[in-house]
T-cell receptor
Framework: EADIYQTPRYLVIGTGKKITLECSQT?????MYWYQQDPGMELHLIHY???????EKGDLSSESTVSRIRTEHFPLTLESARPSHTSQYLC???????????????FGSGTRLTVV | QKEVEQNSGPLSVPEGAIASLNCTYS??????FFWYRQYSGKSPELIMF????GDKEDGRFTAQLNKASQYVSLLIRDSQPSDSATYLC??????????????FGTGTSLTVIP
């Protein structure tokens, strides 16, 4: 059973709409991440957070924003969706205190976004 | 140069054979190394991690790390059709003062033929 939840699983939305992709984890992990993945392509980090009120942009330029008001919740928002935002969005978390990264990430099931 | 490079494949092996997946990384400061399996349309799941030179075995999976050559591999013995998936290599290194950062390869697609 997953300990990190993403909703919705699939979303088809019109250009210009504002959308929020939800991600919640029940493991008490401090660190959370958003990745973008296109079919057959590598994962690209778009945002990460090392704790409440801490957010940083990742390596891939993104027009999205994130917030981290509670440890368990890390939503991603697109203010005005465009067809170029069509992709799979993966949320992940990892434990702090495992700073050598020995245990890796736990991924959510993903949100497949299509902007028409 | 990419942080992590993998042969994209596809790699096809017959059932029961050994599948060998390879990965190289660019930063000698990388500290730990991971293999994730990703089935089509699903999210990645961690199957192996290694942080010391040498081999690490877990069931049918063996991860091999050679830090001098900046090379990490995954061997799957007695391959099964259920092993057919994309395998992602990931490395973890110090990126900022606040913690480590993961870098993923593009993945190698493996098909095990019954």
């Amino acid at each position: 059973e997953a300990d990190i939840y993403q909703t919705p699983r699939y979303l088809v939305i019109g250009t210009g709409k504002k959308i929020t992709l939800e991600c919640s984890q029940t493991m008490g992990h401090d660190k959370m991440y958003w990745y973008q993945q296109d079919p057959g392509m590598e994962l690209h980090l778009i945002h990460y957070s090392y704790g409440v009120n801490s957010t940083e942009k990742g390596d891939l330029s993104s027009e999205s924003t994130v917030s981290r008001i509670r440890t368990e919740h890390f939503p991603l928002t697109l203010e005005s969706a465009r067809p170029s935002h069509t992709s799979q969005y993966l949320c992940a978390s990892s434990e702090s205190g495992r700073d050598r990264g020995l245990w890796g990430y736990t991924f959510g099931s993903g949100t497949r976004l299509t902007v028409v | 140069q990419k942080e992590v490079e993998q042969n994209s494949g596809p790699l096809s092996v017959p059932e029961g054979a050994i599948a060998s997946l390879n990965c190289t990384y660019s930063d000698r400061g990388s500290q730990s190394f991971f293999w994730y399996r990703q089935y089509s349309g699903k999210s990645p799941e961690l199957i192996m991690f290694i942080y010391s030179n040498g081999d690490k075995e877990d069931g049918r999976f063996t991860a091999q790390l050679n830090k001098a050559s900046q090379y990490v591999s995954l061997l799957i013995r007695d391959s099964q059709p259920s092993d057919s998936a994309t395998y992602l290599c990931a490395v973890n290194r110090q990126r900022t003062n606040t913690g480590n950062q993961f870098y993923f390869g593009t993945g190698t697609s493996l098909t095990v033929i019954p």
